[in-house]
């Protein structure tokens, strides 16, 4: 088997917690009805339909920004249970939150060691506008939904594309890690190695299976470290 040459990173979830964030995203929506337990419920029931209309999106091959799909399940969600508050500014604190997400524990020595001896890159189904600016402090190549009008799962699989491309390597000698099937599948469609990094203790519920699955970053760069020495 190749070696890995190419670190691929999804953002959200992998290399920070956005869920930290969302008593911060519901306080000033629901002010003195706030409760964690309702926020972290409403923030459920948003989450649902944007992930409803991505996938909608990418069977007809369309496409929108993040933005214009949050504003729409803000408003769907807002609508369904009166909540009085305007759903684009339910948005600005989405996104401004995302942006001061906390890295979890793993993620800056992982990303120390492997910026080190790896090409590395984030590859998120994300606007610019959401990405906290940790990143910048590494040398790291950014691919994003927003900027390749795609997703890293559709058929179009135009920013796994755009990797390849970009580092002049065969698909085999990524590594893409992510917490998502999107992750997963779309990766494993280009023919990139995918690794699922299940921190929750979830089930994989589809048939293409990840080529690692891990609970932390720690275990990555383990095995990244076995494959070499095998090699």
């Given at each position: 088997?190749?070696?890995?040459?190419?670190?691929?990173?999804?953002?959200?979830?992998?290399?920070?917690?956005?869920?930290?964030?969302?008593?911060?995203?519901?306080?000033?929506?629901?002010?003195?009805?706030?409760?964690?337990?309702?926020?972290?419920?409403?923030?459920?029931?948003?989450?649902?339909?944007?992930?409803?209309?991505?996938?909608?999106?990418?069977?007809?091959?369309?496409?929108?920004?993040?933005?214009?799909?949050?504003?729409?399940?803000?408003?769907?969600?807002?609508?369904?249970?009166?909540?009085?508050?305007?759903?684009?500014?339910?948005?600005?604190?989405?996104?401004?939150?995302?942006?001061?997400?906390?890295?979890?524990?793993?993620?800056?020595?992982?990303?120390?060691?492997?910026?080190?001896?790896?090409?590395?890159?984030?590859?998120?189904?994300?606007?610019?506008?959401?990405?906290?600016?940790?990143?910048?402090?590494?040398p790291l190549t950014l691919f994003t939904s927003e900027q390749y009008q795609s997703y890293k799962n559709d058929s179009r699989n135009l920013m796994f594309h755009a990797v390849i491309d970009h580092y002049g390597v065969r698909p085999e000698e990524i590594l893409h890690i992510g917490d998502s099937a999107g992750d997963v599948l779309g990766a494993a469609r280009a023919g990139i190695r995918s690794c699922w990094i299940n921190r929750t203790g979830a089930e994989w519920m589809h048939g293409v299976k990840p080529d690692l699955t891990v609970t932390t970053l720690d275990d990555v760069y383990g095995w990244l470290a076995a494959g070499r020495q095998a090699g």
């Open positions: 088997m190749s070696l890995v040459k190419v670190i691929s990173l999804d953002m959200f979830q992998t290399l920070v917690n956005i869920q930290g964030r969302n008593p911060q995203v519901w306080q000033p929506i629901l002010q003195s009805s706030y409760s964690e337990a309702l926020a972290k419920d409403y923030g459920a029931k948003v989450l649902a339909c944007f992930l409803e209309e991505v996938e909608a999106l990418r069977l007809r091959e369309s496409f929108r920004i993040s933005r214009d799909i949050f504003e729409q399940s803000y408003n769907q969600v807002f609508t369904r249970y009166s909540i009085a508050y305007d759903p684009a500014k339910a948005v600005e604190h989405l996104f401004a939150e995302h942006r001061r997400a906390d890295l979890y524990p793993d993620t800056e020595a992982f990303l120390q060691r492997t910026c080190a001896e790896y090409e590395v890159c984030i590859v998120s189904d994300t606007d610019l506008l959401m990405l906290p600016e940790f990143y910048r402090n590494y």
